[in-house]
């Protein structure tokens, strides 16, 4: 069976190669292409076609924010995970409104590195959970006017926007409604329609920019 194709772009070598030798000892990921910089990534990911692209915020010729601009403008893009030493990064949040499938800090556990990389495979999202309140909040400012959209919300699609703006994963937000996690899933699945969002990533920016949280 084929794994999950990854792609590394950083600029020091040395976090490269760790990262790398930890995706290469799962049965089912392989890194596929690394690159030192943005303009370097834009290459290797159109030859390469990943899965998963880490890609690092601050590098030098091109930065994450131009290569993932540029990459997600692609037809059939890959997701993108970007990269940052910071809690508190107005860049981050920048490449997830581009469409980015979330931020992971670098020091972020070895484990919590690789489900994130399955999760985004599967069509979700990550965001280093611990620092998304302050983030988004950091970043957001004053809350803007909801849109007319939300109002198309039932009550209980208002419900479970609540808890996945909170972080909740589908089956924590089951457990907690009373729900099967195909029920919630098709609930998040006419949320984001109904709003114009791609994923949860979005979600939670949307909320925090409103003042929905």
Known sequence: MSGIRVVL??????FRAGIRMLIDSQPDLEVVGEAADGAEALSVVRDARPDVVLMDIRMPVMDGLAATAALLADPDPPRIVMLTTFDLDEAAARAIRQGASGFLLKDAEP????????????GSAVIAAAATRDLFAHFGGTA????????AL???????????????????????EFLSEATVKTHISRILAKLALRDRVQLVVFAFEHGLT
């Open 9 to 14: 772009v950083d600029d020091q070598a040395l």
């Open 111 to 122: 484990e919590f590195l690789l489900a994130a990389i399955r999760t985004v495979h599967a």
């Open 144 to 151: 803007h006017p909801v849109p007319p959209a939300y109002a």
């Open 154 to 176: 039932t009550e209980r699609e208002r419900e479970i926007f609540a808890l996945a703006a909170r972080g909740l994963s589908n089956a924590e937000i089951a457990g907690r």
